[in-house]
């Protein structure tokens, strides 16, 4: 017995070690930008682990460059009408269609279904050349069409998420509703999509941080006219001959990422119990 606890004792001191391990792992890099962001422009590249003390700490000088000669304030309103019209459309949408495949049983929401499913799997970089070519053909390429493009990309598991949690509704709350004189869509918005409000911001959370650090199609499709917060910050990237601030760089990455992990500090717990509604239930 004594043999036992102490087995389970350095076993469960290995897994804290490991643990603490992982996490400075994965939390260095962050420091390591906050530390450079407060570093003169000569120090980052040169010193960049050292602490920004003496002739190297520069305060707020690299923040007020880098957000007031990149563009980046237009770029972050920019971000933030893609990211909150993205993910309330794909959670309007998706959730609307995953009810009805449940709910109508045919060959044709069956096959639907497998579609969406199928999405999932099919990498971006096979079709962005085509899509850039079709979405500048239907005039997409603006602040307003590339929504309806992230609905295409992100429908996929929006829908298998929502299908899941769908099943686990009894039927007979809806035909309740139905007989006390509820059309389809009352049914839905008043009883329905209430009950998906765990799944609904789980998806929430994944698509807006996907959605906020996209780079790649905010390029492809509108471009550096219209810069989002990452393709801005990678502009500012590209300076002549060493001529870029990486100062103001580093201060650029640290305002990009303080809102995303607000968002998911605030609303993780609603992850793992989204996931396994929408997964185990189904």
Request: aromatic share 16%; charged share 10%; proline share 4%.
């Amino acid at each position: 017995m004594v043999e036992k606890d102490t087995s389970y004792k350095v076993s469960s001191y290995i897994r804290t070690f490991v643990l603490i391990v992982l996490t400075i792992i994965f939390i260095f890099p962050i420091l390591l930008v906050l530390m450079n962001s407060f570093k003169s422009r000569l120090y980052v590249s040169t010193v960049p682990f050292a602490l920004p003390l003496g002739d190297m700490f520069v305060g707020l000088e690299n923040y007020i460059n880098g957000l007031t000669t990149s563009g980046f304030f237009k770029a972050f309103l920019r971000s933030v009408w893609i990211s909150v019209m993205g993910v309330g459309v794909i959670i309007l949408c998706t959730s609307m269609t995953a009810w009805y495949i449940v709910r109508v049983k045919d060959k044709f929401t069956k096959a639907l279904y497998y579609v969406f499913v199928f999405s999932m799997i099919v990498p971006f970089q096979m079709v962005m050349y085509t899509l850039t070519f079709v979405v500048t053909s239907v005039y997409f390429d603006n602040i307003f069409g590339i929504v309806l493009v992230y609905l295409g990309f992100g429908a996929g598991l929006a829908v298998f998420m929502f299908c899941g949690f769908v099943k686990s509704i009894p039927l007979e709350v809806e035909e309740a509703a139905t007989i006390d004189g509820c059309n389809p869509l009352q049914t839905y918005f008043l009883v329905v999509f209430p009950m998906l409000k765990p799944t609904a911001i789980t998806v929430a959370i994944l698509q807006a941080m996907w959605i906020w650090n996209d780079y790649l199609l905010p390029y492809l499709i509108l471009g550096s006219d219209h810069k989002t917060v990452p393709v801005a910050i990678q502009l500012a990237m590209q300076g002549a001959y060493g001529s870029t601030d990486y100062g103001g760089f580093m201060a650029m990455l640290v305002v990009s990422i303080i809102p995303i992990i607000a968002f998911y500090i605030s609303s993780q717990k609603y992850i793992i119990k989204g996931v396994i509604a929408g997964a185990v239930k189904g």
